[in-house]
């Protein structure tokens, strides 16, 4: 899966090393489970897959806002 961001700060805690990243308001123990959770993200084939994931909270939507591919 592509893994696109909207936030450039929330891609920038993704790509760049943690001690690049200088004083966060974020511990080193979120980054590392945001990173995770992205990595378990771009990892997945299909949206089966993210389901596995129960910290994800992956839930259907109720209306027909998502425009994504």
Excluded: T
Aim: net charge positive; glycine share 4%.
């Amino acid at each position: 899966m592509q893994i696109s961001f909207n936030d450039s700060n929330l891609e920038l805690l993704y790509k760049e090393p943690i001690k690049n990243l200088g004083k966060q308001q974020y511990s080193r123990e979120v980054i590392e489970r945001y990173r995770k959770s992205i990595d378990a993200l771009a990892s997945a084939n299909d949206l089966s897959e993210i389901a596995k994931f129960r910290g994800l909270n992956l839930e259907k939507l109720k209306s027909k806002e998502f425009k994504g591919s």
